[in-house]
């Protein structure tokens, strides 16, 4: 073939950089020829606690059904989360994964000749959906590793559409109280949409849990997205959600694949709201493995960005070579060099506390190496 049709593509299309994902256990095992077992992957932010009883027994149940397509209006799961958070069903707006509803408003909003402000340090997937809409990046300088939000209020600009805010962020795990954020929607122009990205909400202590969701009255471009893919356990299902002013949620709709929530994901993530010991578990367990893994970086002598969410991003130095030599050792955690911009850091996820232990040796080991 002489033409390279990758070309052919737009240019803003061609210049993105891919995702890199967490590395998957098996990919490990098998490039190093690793017992599976053995690995202990802390790299893409999901809970080791796996998935409750009740859940399961959803999924189990909803198999039975798998040759009809989905609920395209996922109506039992936006009635639960209407009645969770006292909301109309007309304001959510489902996803696969929450990372869907970030690209849904990136659909709907962005565009050649608009723009989208957002952090440096920011969730990956911001740059990544603003790019490919054509639409120009303002990207402001961190603070202390989190979001500037004053300097973010000024940044925007008469072709800001859009406004990216991880709370907490990852890979940072930075957080901003709610006067903050409130402070800073008060100074955004209502053309300008703010996507409010809570994915990490349900670890935030519950005296920094800011009531964002009464927000959405008073600011009609806000939009909060929440995840099942943490707390909840549910990552590999792919579901999440967007809380909205019905007329942007509207318009979301309007871009979303007809069924873009499959079945079984629509079943767990209904049961697994309702299980609130189970989150409140999650809660608990990363609170005990957040305190091991700090304990431990101190122990070694290393800084870390105290995190707000399920992981924390600790300062090793030579990052992409401690990574290598903790894959060797059978645990993968995240580089996050490239895109996020910290070559000297590396974030792990909290796992369960013998899965931390194994981390923290591996990680002793790596730095004596
Ligand atoms: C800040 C933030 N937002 C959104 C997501 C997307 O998660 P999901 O698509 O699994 O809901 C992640 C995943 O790591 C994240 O860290």
Excluded at 282 to 311: T, V
């Amino acid at each position: 073939m002489k033409m390279d049709l990758c070309e052919q593509s737009p240019s803003y299309v061609r210049s993105i950089a891919p995702y890199q994902p967490g590395k998957p256990i098996s990919e490990l095992a098998r490039e190093m020829g690793l017992d599976e077992a053995g690995i202990v992957k802390l790299a893409s932010n999901e809970n080791p606690r796996g998935i409750g009883p009740r859940t399961r027994a959803a999924i189990e149940k909803a198999i039975g059904e798998l040759s009809r397509y989905p609920d395209g209006n996922g109506f039992e799961l936006k009635q639960a989360l209407a009645a969770r958070y006292g909301v109309d069903m007309s304001t959510i707006v489902l996803g696969n994964g929450s990372n869907d509803v970030l690209e849904l408003m990136a659909l709907a909003f962005l565009g050649p000749g608009r723009a989208a402000v957002y952090s440096q340090h920011c969730f990956a997937v911001y740059p990544l959906a603003t790019q490919a809409r054509g639409a120009r990046s303002i990207v402001v300088p961190a603070k202390n590793y989190g979001h500037d939000l004053d300097t973010m209020a000024k940044a925007i600009d008469d072709e800001t559409y859009l406004v990216w805010i991880a709370n907490p962020n990852n890979p940072t795990g930075t957080f901003a109280k709610g006067d903050e954020i409130e402070a800073f929607l008060r100074r955004v122009p209502e053309r300008g949409l703010v996507v409010l990205d809570e994915a990490y909400n349900e670890y935030l202590a519950p005296e920094l849990r800011a009531d964002s969701v009464k927000w959405l009255k008073k600011h009609p471009n806000l939009v909060i997205t929440r995840t099942f893919s943490k707390a909840y356990g549910l990552a590999g299902l792919r579901v999440g959600y967007a809380l909205a002013h019905p007329s942007v949620a509207d318009v979301m709709n309007r871009v979303r694949q007809p069924f873009n929530v499959n079945s079984l994901a629509l079943a767990a993530a209904t049961a697994a709201l309702d299980d609130m010991e189970f989150v409140a578990r999650s809660y608990a367990e990363n609170l005990r493995g957040m305190k091991q893994l700090e304990e431990g970086a101190r122990g070694l002598g290393l800084e870390f960005i105290p995190s707000y969410g399920n992981f924390i991003t600790i300062r090793v130095g030579k990052a992409a070579e401690i990574y290598k030599r903790l894959l060797k050792r059978s645990v993968i955690v995240r580089p996050i060099a490239g895109g996020y911009g910290l070559p000297e850091h590396l974030r792990v996820t909290i796992g369960m506390a013998e899965e931390n232990e194994k981390f923290l040796r591996a990680l002793a080991a790596s730095l004596k190496e």
